[in-house]
């Protein structure tokens, strides 16, 4: 099983970024997916989770209303969508796979892991 984390970088305050993480499982729809993030120093936090068709999702406080979590069945991939990025959302972001009809936020009960990749906002 491979979780494929891409499109981080280093971008402005204010500005955006579209992070996808590409899934291996053949059995992708059975999933909910979550995005978590850890900054240097910090423990593992959770951003955003979706269902598994997509009709449900959950974001983190400090996220809602700026990011936006959705999937492609068709294609095996989850999307970040993250907009008026902030310094504060400086972190390694990971996709992960939960085998649960449940949308939750706790990153120990998720099945499969991203390696991560890197969001760096500047002010």
């Known amino acids: 099983v491979q979780l494929q984390a891409s499109g981080g970088g280093l971008v402005q305050a204010g500005g955006y970024l579209r992070l996808s993480c590409a899934v291996s499982l053949r059995t992708f729809s059975a999933y909910t997916m979550g995005w978590f993030r850890q900054a240097l120093g910090k423990e593992r936090e959770f951003v955003a989770a979706i269902s598994r068709s997509g009709g449900s999702t959950l974001y983190a406080d400090s996220v809602k209303g700026r990011f936006t979590i959705s999937r492609d069945n068709a294609k095996n991939t989850v999307y970040l969508q993250m907009n008026s990025l902030k310094p504060e959302d400086t972190a390694v972001y990971y996709c992960?796979?939960?085998?649960?009809?449940?949308?939750?936020?706790?990153?120990?009960?998720?099945?499969?892991w991203g390696q991560g990749t890197l969001v760096t906002v500047s002010s």
């Open positions: 992960a796979a939960d085998l649960s009809t449940l949308v939750r936020t706790d990153s120990r009960l998720y099945n499969y």
